[in-house]
């Protein structure tokens, strides 16, 4: 279950669909990538019923190692924190930018 969001661009595509930040062709993608994390409680389930094509869960290294990540679309992907069954600070970001 998502708990909490990090970030406006998140809290956009699960509200309203919609986003100025993250392209319009990929809105589709992003809200149900968090859908299928809102319903699932664990990475596993995520990785078994999350199998859109090239979905990378990967966890991320150095200052951020407490994060996951799946890409919505290179080079933008959701990334979040888990625990105890719950996904929070879910962010849309381009973390690979500079």
């Given at each position: 279950?998502i708990?909490?969001?990090?970030?406006?661009?998140?809290r956009?595509?699960?509200?309203?669909d919609?986003?100025?930040?993250?392209?319009?062709?990929?809105w589709l993608?992003?809200?149900a990538?968090?859908?299928?994390?809102?319903?699932?409680?664990?990475?596993d389930d995520l990785?078994?019923?999350?199998?859109?094509?090239?979905?990378?869960l990967?966890k991320?290294?150095g200052d951020?190692?407490?994060?996951?990540s799946?890409?919505i679309?290179?080079?933008?992907?959701?990334t979040?924190?888990?625990?105890?069954?719950?996904?929070s600070?879910?962010?849309?970001?381009?973390?690979?930018?500079?």
């Amino acid at each position: 279950m998502i708990t909490s969001f990090g970030n406006k661009v998140a809290r956009d595509i699960w509200g309203k669909d919609a986003s100025r930040t993250l392209p319009r062709n990929l809105w589709l993608r992003a809200k149900a990538l968090m859908t299928i994390m809102h319903y699932t409680s664990t990475l596993d389930d995520l990785r078994i019923k999350g199998q859109p094509p090239s979905i990378r869960l990967h966890k991320l290294k150095g200052d951020r190692k407490d994060v996951w990540s799946v890409t919505i679309e290179l080079p933008w992907c959701i990334t979040f924190k888990y625990k105890n069954a719950e996904f929070s600070d879910v962010r849309i970001e381009n973390y690979h930018k500079g």
